[in-house]
């Protein structure tokens, strides 16, 4: 028999939440879960209407996404971040960003002789998929970590999670020159580049990083956040055309293919900023009643200037921070999930419903 590929991984994190879920719920008001970023909001009606228009779809759809798709992909960028110079051959839908993120080291033939960097505190899916394809993973922030190495891909994640921490345009034209001299891919996460708040991300595709040239440069996008689509699995990847052409090959032969309506209803999303500009006004106003009601109970909230997280600390160990949470009601998610540096801070989510937010809100001024 086959050694389970599953040995290769390591726990995953949520499993280990079971006692203080447990206990969160028992809360005579019920549990305010504020340890996974799910989105809780309604999906807009008009994504919706293009959804069930394109409901009636027997075949197959293509990997690469219909022309319309990719079209509004690089509208999108270009309208919303200020991204430009990109072909309709330069972006590619996915199945959720979690996915290719997960198998990017895999399609792109990684291999035990490769390194992987991701940040010190990172997503952890950065490190299973290095695991998966069997790469070596080495964390590091900044390039004097890295000293003589040469990695095959660097990973970038900014707005962070789980910090909230933005990278300036500076930072991030040291790591793209650094990785280009090596030959080194870059691959930046830039899930929750919308959700700026007191500061303003910019992608690594932006012609102040790059200089108009995506040699060598991925840019993850999802509609997840902005648009309440995580249960759609609706995300695409731009940058490099000879990367994503490379990527498009290999996921044509293993069938990874976003359905046909959800891509009709991706164009919907994409072609619409106005629902954008509303659910992140929703955002932005959980996030200030929260940050406030934090502080107010004693905790540090470090970083934190974007994205759908508070990273708080009260310098004490995660766990123990995660009970006096529970015993209040609030699941919150231990920072030792996104690394070693993270075992004295919690992250908190912005994803729960107005009352909940307002309920944990007052849990903590009482």
Known sequence: MPRPLSSALPVFPWDTLADVTAQARAHADGIVDLSVGTPVDDVAPLIRDALAAASSAPGYPTTAGTAALRSSMVAALGRRYGIAGLADAAVLPVIGTKEL?????????????DVVVVPELAYPTYDVGARLAGAQVLRADSLTQLGPQAP?????????????????????RKVVGWARERGALVASDECYLGLGWDAQPVSVLHPSVSDGDHTGLLAVHS??????????????????????????????????????????????ALDDDEHE???????????????????????????????????AT????????????AQRGILVAPGEFYG??????????LTATDE???????????
């Open 314 to 325: 009260r310098d004490e160990p995660c766990r123990d921070t995660v009970a006096w949470f």
């Open 356 to 366: 909940r937010i307002a309920a944990a809100v007052a849990r903590l001024a009482a």
């Open 101 to 113: 993120i997960a198998w990017l080291p895999t399609l792109m033939n990684l291999g035990a002789d």
């Open 223 to 268: 509609l997840s956040k902005t648009s309440s689509l995580a249960g759609y699995r609706a995300g695409f990847v731009a940058g490099d055309p000879a990367v994503v052409a490379e990527l498009l090959a290999v996921r044509k032969h293993a069938g990874m293919m976003v359905p046909t309506p959800i891509q009709a209803a991706m164009i919907a």
């Open 277 to 311: 500009v509303v659910q992140r006004e929703r955002y932005a106003a959980r996030r200030i009643a929260l940050l406030r009601a934090v502080r107010d109970a004693g905790f540090t909230v470090d970083h934190s200037e974007a994205g759908l997280y508070l990273w």
């Open 152 to 172: 095959a891909l660097v990973y970038l994640n900014s707005p962070s999670n789980p910090t909230g921490a933005v990278l300036g345009v500076d930072h991030l």
């Open 340 to 349: 070693p540096r993270g075992g004295r801070h919690v992250r908190l989510a």
